[in-house]
């Protein structure tokens, strides 16, 4: 039995994880080729869907808790200035998440293009082709 197509909303979950932008996905197509092969086609591994589906459930838990703990963050001033406390577990948030950003990477045999748990999104730049 094939795997469950991946809905449009997973698919736009995907490309935003994986920092792949909508607005060229019809000239860089190597990804919308990928997950049309893990979720669509009769010979497609129906676990890889199911690990993908999973991974995207966890990372949406990952974005929650960075969410919440954001009004968690208390200000402690230390010598040098001030900082977050809670820092670390955040960072240990994003971390987690740029993991299961890996493990879709492998799974759908790309590079993710921008980091999604990053301090800030790299922008501009070629495309890659190929």
């Given at each position: 039995?094939?795997?469950?197509?991946?809905?449009?909303?997973?698919r736009?979950?995907?490309?935003?994880?994986?920092?792949?932008?909508?607005?060229?996905?019809?000239?860089?197509?190597?990804?919308?080729?990928?997950?049309?092969?893990?979720?669509?086609?009769?010979?497609?591994?129906?676990?890889?869907?199911?690990?993908?589906?999973?991974?995207?459930?966890?990372?949406?838990?990952?974005?929650?808790?960075?969410?919440?703990?954001?009004?968690?963050?208390?200000?402690?001033?230390v010598?040098?200035?001030?900082s977050?406390?809670?820092?670390?577990e955040?960072?240990?948030?994003?971390?987690?998440?740029?993991?299961?950003?890996?493990?879709?990477?492998?799974?759908?045999?790309?590079?993710?293009?921008?980091?999604?748990y990053?301090?800030?999104?790299?922008s501009?730049?070629?495309?890659?082709?190929?």
């Amino acid at each position: 039995m094939p795997a469950a197509p991946f809905t449009p909303a997973e698919r736009a979950q995907i490309r935003m994880y994986l920092g792949w932008s909508d607005q060229f996905r019809d000239i860089d197509t190597r990804l919308e080729s990928q997950m049309d092969t893990v979720g669509n086609r009769p010979e497609a591994d129906v676990g890889a869907a199911a690990n993908v589906r999973s991974i995207l459930t966890k990372l949406a838990n990952v974005d929650l808790s960075l969410e919440s703990g954001m009004g968690n963050q208390t200000l402690n001033t230390v010598e040098g200035g001030t900082s977050f406390q809670g820092e670390k577990e955040m960072a240990a948030y994003r971390k987690h998440g740029r993991n299961l950003i890996q493990r879709l990477a492998i799974i759908f045999d790309v590079k993710p293009k921008r980091d999604y748990y990053g301090e800030e999104a790299a922008s501009g730049g070629m495309l890659e082709m190929g």
